[in-house]
């Protein structure tokens, strides 16, 4: 299930701050780094970053839901120094020399649900 978070280009990031208001974006930096860990690279989440920082919890889906039809769900840490920050760093440059992330947002996913239409959707899987 998180290898094709790897094989999608786009993952929307829904977050929302301490009022409860929602925010959804798509990021394109985003990647498995454990069967529980999902790496995403803030250098421009302006809202998301804020929410995140208020209320360190978020949801993803891939862009591609025929190939991954899942929604993770977790808890957030937001690393602005140390390996995880500077390996952020390193894969934003290799796409794009000109990025500057100010963050590396890690999701620790523990919860997994189906969103495949039918029978099992919204069921949840782990
Ligand atoms: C195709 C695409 C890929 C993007 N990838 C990233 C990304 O990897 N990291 C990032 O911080 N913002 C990325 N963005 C920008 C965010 O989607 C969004 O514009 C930014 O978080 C500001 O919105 P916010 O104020 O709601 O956070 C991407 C946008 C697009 C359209």
Redesign the pocket.
Known sequence: MMDSIEKSN?VFLATTNKEDDP?V?????ARPLDNETVLL?????????ENLKENPKAAIVVADVTKCPYQFKGNVEIHESGKYFDDAVEWAKSVMAQLNPKGAVLLKVDEIYSVQPGPDAGKKIE
């Open positions: 786009i925010n974006v798509p990021i394109g930096l690279v803030a250098n421009f989440m302006k809202k998301t970053y």
